[in-house]
């Protein structure tokens, strides 16, 4: 289906027009794939310096272990939530690793 672009003037009904969108198209793919490699030579780069991508854990070690205490002591995960002002879902996965 031909495309007529207004700025700049591209219009697909001619191979003018076809050839020049098939060029940027893949100067438009080039520079993603530059992107991609970009970021994933930082994220190596990060991680060789001993740090580690996405949030801050919202609890420490020792908080889970006092969490773990707490909930096989008969606390709910609830009151463990509420106690260490975190979600319930927090817990769940403090309590699975």
Known sequence: MPVLILTPELDTCNKDGQRMVTIL???VQWE?????ERTKEGVAHT???GRVAGPK???SSEQVTAIRAAVDGGQTVSEAA???NVSR???Y???RR
């Open 89 to 91: 879902q927090t817990i």
């Open 57 to 59: 854990p919202k609890l």
């Open 25 to 27: 198209s893949g100067l």
């Open 47 to 49: 991680r060789t310096q």
């Open 32 to 36: 993603r794939d530059l992107l991609i």
């Open 93 to 95: 996965k403090a309590l």
């Open 82 to 84: 509420r106690a260490f």
